[in-house]
Nanobody, 115 residues
Framework: QVHMEESGGGLVQAGGSLRLSCAASDRAFSRYDMGWFRQAPGKERELVAAIRWSGEIITYADSVKGRFTISRDFAKNTLYLQMNSLKPEDTAVYLC????????WGKGTLVTVSA
């Protein structure tokens, strides 16, 4: 089973940007459709964006369309989430997994957006 480690979170003002990274433990990563998820306090985990093993975009949540961009680097075995025009409602722990969330979950990386 591929293990993932998220990084890149932090505190940012509304309107700012962050780039999250998710490093995979081995090259099996390249065979999976992958997704970024987030979980805000008191809310259920939700899929933010998903990308096919080929690099084709699968979907974005309506709340992030036009602001977030998912991508992957096969050479670096890494998944990315570029987040622009951040809003306070984007505050959450962000996690990566296969697109259905069936793999093992890492600790995630906390994104806090201040008003």
């Amino acid at each position: 089973q591929v293990h993932m480690e998220e990084s890149g979170g932090g505190l940012v003002q509304a309107g700012g940007s962050l780039r999250l990274s998710c490093a995979a433990s081995d090259r099996a990563f390249s065979r999976y459709d992958m997704g970024w998820f987030r979980q805000a306090p008191g809310k259920e985990r939700e899929l933010v964006a998903a990308i096919r093993w080929s690099g084709e975009i699968i979907t974005y949540a309506d709340s992030v369309k036009g602001r977030f961009t998912i991508s992957r680097d096969f050479a670096k075995n890494t998944l990315y989430l570029q987040m622009n025009s951040l809003k306070p409602e984007d505050t959450a722990v962000y996690l990566c997994n296969d697109r259905y969330g069936m793999g093992s979950w890492g600790k995630g990386t906390l994104v806090t957006v201040s008003a």
